[in-house]
C-alpha cells in the first residue's frame, strides 16, 4: 500500500493559463474524491468518481474545472484559464468499496496551487 | 444542509497533558458518520477516530477518545497525554450515510490549530 499520490506538488502559474494536476489512487480504491482547501479552511468537496463513472460534482466546480478518470485508475483534475481565487490546496482522496472501509477516506499530500 | 462548526481556531496544551477539542454539527438526518482528522503542518490529512451515529458508545483509539453527544449534535475529541507529534491542524468532519453507488462526500469544520508544548 503505497498510499494516495499527487503530482505536482507545487505549482505556480500566472492568471489565465491553464493547469492540470493528478492522482494516483490506493491501488484497489474505486472511489476517488477531489476537495479543495483554501488558507485557514477546511477542505470542501468537488467531486467523486466510482470507478471512471463521475457520479457527483458540487456547485463549487465551475465550468473552468473538468475531471476524468480514465479507466478507473488515476484521475486528473484541470482548471482551465486560471484566476487568482483558483489559489488554494487540491486534495485528492480515495477508498474502498468494501464494506465498512466505505467510509475511510486516505488522503494524498495535496497540490498546492498559486495564481500569480 | 449539514454544517460543521469548530468554535476553537487555537488551542495550547502541554506535553503529557490532556486537551479536549470541541465540534458541533448541524443535520437533519438519522445515520451519519462523524470524525477527526489531523492534518500535521506541510503533511497530509490523516484518519484519527471515526463515530458512527447508530452506535451510542463513545470511540476510542489509544489516547484519542471522543465525546458523542447524538441530541446536542456535539462529538468532542479528547486527546489523552499529549505527544509533541500531536500538534496539528485537527479538523472535524461529517458523513451522511448514503447507499450504493452514491457519494460519501466529507463536510468538513473550519478546523483548531493545536499545539503542544514541551
Known amino acids: 500500500d503505497t498510499g494516495v499520490s499527487q503530482d505536482p506538488r507545487h505549482k505556480i502559474t500566472k492568471r489565465g493559463q491553464n493547469v492540470t494536476f493528478r492522482c494516483d489512487p490506493i491501488?484497489?480504491?474505486?472511489?476517488l474524491y477531489w476537495y479543495r482547501q483554501t488558507l485557514g479552511q477546511g477542505p470542501e468537496f468537488l467531486t467523486y468518481f466510482q470507478n471512471e463513472a463521475q457520479l457527483e460534482k458540487s456547485r463549487l466546480l465551475s465550468d473552468r474545472f473538468s475531471a476524468e478518470r480514465p479507466k478507473g485508475s488515476f484521475s486528473t483534475l484541470e482548471i482551465q484559464r486560471t484566476e487568482q481565487g483558483d489559489s488554494a490546496m487540491y486534495l485528492c482522496?480515495?477508498?474502498?468499496?468494501?464494506?465498512?472501509?466505505?467510509?475511510?477516506?486516505?488522503f494524498g499530500p495535496g497540490t498546492r496551487l498559486t495564481v500569480t | 444542509a449539514q454544517t460543521v462548526t469548530q468554535s476553537q481556531p487555537e488551542m495550547s496544551v502541554q506535553e503529557a497533558e490532556t486537551v479536549t477539542l470541541s465540534c458541533t454539527y448541524d443535520t437533519s438526518e438519522n445515520n451519519y458518520y462523524l470524525f477527526w482528522y489531523k492534518q500535521p503542518p506541510s503533511r497530509q490529512m490523516i484518519l484519527v477516530i471515526r463515530?458512527?451515529?447508530?452506535?451510542?458508545q463513545n470511540a476510542t483509539e489509544n489516547r484519542f477518545s471522543v465525546n458523542f453527544q447524538k441530541a446536542a449534535k456535539s462529538f468532542s475529541l479528547k486527546i489523552s497525554d499529549s505527544q509533541l507529534g500531536d500538534t496539528a491542524m485537527y479538523f472535524c468532519?461529517?458523513?451522511?450515510?448514503?447507499?450504493?453507488?452514491?457519494?460519501?462526500?466529507?463536510?468538513f469544520g473550519s478546523g483548531t490549530r493545536l499545539l503542544v508544548r514541551p
Open positions: 482522496a480515495s477508498s474502498s468499496q468494501i464494506g465498512t472501509r466505505v467510509y475511510e477516506q486516505y
Open positions: 491501488s484497489e480504491h474505486n472511489r
Open positions: 463515530q458512527e451515529a447508530y452506535k451510542q
Open positions: 468532519a461529517f458523513m451522511k450515510h448514503m447507499g450504493g453507488d452514491s457519494s460519501y462526500k466529507l463536510i
